[in-house]
């Protein structure tokens, strides 16, 4: 058997190959791509098959799939992009014959109205239209989308746009759990999969940071375009703001909310709580 995990050298894909050797799957039947593959270097010194691959050259991706039983197909991460770039992906996969394409979309792809999700309901219905066996993995949130912004928290307070909407985030080494166990495992062929943890507001995660930190830390809610103004003001590019600020618009609306307990039961337990990853990063 062999399983192709792409995006191999970014933080979600790496989390999935060291998630399948975890679970006993031969370090040579696990291939990792990525475009620069020196970065996964120590993989390839612990038996991982490396190879290079880029989702804008689908000559390189039927290269890296060929012989593929099982396509850990991790979305690409430039937004705008991805619907040319996925195309590919799932191109490459149908000529190789690959057995199963397992895809991590979003949070409610099929009916959300994020900018985000466009591109992950496009690449949805692409893998459906090819004829390809797939499961799809919507991750909500990451909970490190907060996380790495701990110091202006504690600093500045959290601000945002997402109203009393709650969002089901969790950890990425639970998303690449959960990736890894249905790689692994039986029965998920054409399945979809809801995945996210305890869910909670930015009022609650202000609370959260508060008592973790010991110091008081408050959430300011802000209308869409204020929050994305704020966005541009500490110097992030005009599209990239819009984004954020839509994202915290659907987090409000619920579309970042997952019914049901499909992580927990993917991984066979609780999802790390965000008192628990707080914990860890303070």
Not at 12 to 39: F, N, T
Not at 80 to 95: S, W
Not at 108 to 118: F, G, P, Q, R, Y
Not at 235 to 257: I, K, M, T, W
């Amino acid at each position: 058997m062999s399983i192709v995990v792409t995006g191999a050298t970014g933080h979600l894909g790496r989390l999935i190959v060291e998630s399948l050797l975890r679970r006993g799957v031969p370090a040579d039947q696990i291939v990792a791509l990525g475009r620069d593959v020196a970065k996964a270097a120590d993989l390839a010194e612990r038996g991982v098959v490396v190879k290079p691959a880029d989702y804008n050259d689908v000559d390189s991706l039927r290269a890296a799939f060929a012989g593929a039983d099982k396509l850990m197909f991790v979305s690409g991460s430039e937004a705008g992009q991805r619907v040319p770039q996925h195309r590919n992906v799932v191109t490459a996969a149908k000529d190789a014959g690959v057995g199963l394409v397992v895809y991590t979309s979003i949070a409610n792809a099929d009916t959300s109205s994020l900018m985000l999700a466009v591109e992950h309901k496009a690449t949805e219905q692409e893998i459906i239209a090819s004829g390809l066996p797939y499961v799809f993995l919507r991750n909500s949130w990451y909970i490190e989308n907060y996380t790495p912004q701990l110091p202006t928290y504690l600093e500045h307070g959290i601000v945002g746009a997402a109203g009393d909407g709650k969002v089901s985030a969790a950890t990425r080494a639970d998303y690449a759990e959960a990736a890894a166990a249905v790689l692994t495992g039986e029965g998920h062929t054409n399945k979809v999969y809801e995945l996210g943890g305890a869910p909670f507001t930015m009022a609650e995660l202000a609370t959260e940071v508060s008592k973790q930190s010991g110091k008081q830390v408050t959430y300011t809610d802000l209308p869409v375009e204020k929050y994305t103004e704020v966005l541009i003001s500490v110097g992030l590019p005009e599209p990239f703001a819009a984004v954020l600020a839509d994202g915290d618009r659907g987090l409000a609306q619920g579309e970042l909310y997952v019914e049901g307990n499909d992580l927990e039961k993917l991984i066979g337990r609780a999802p790390t709580s965000l008192a628990d990853t707080i914990r860890t990063a303070l």
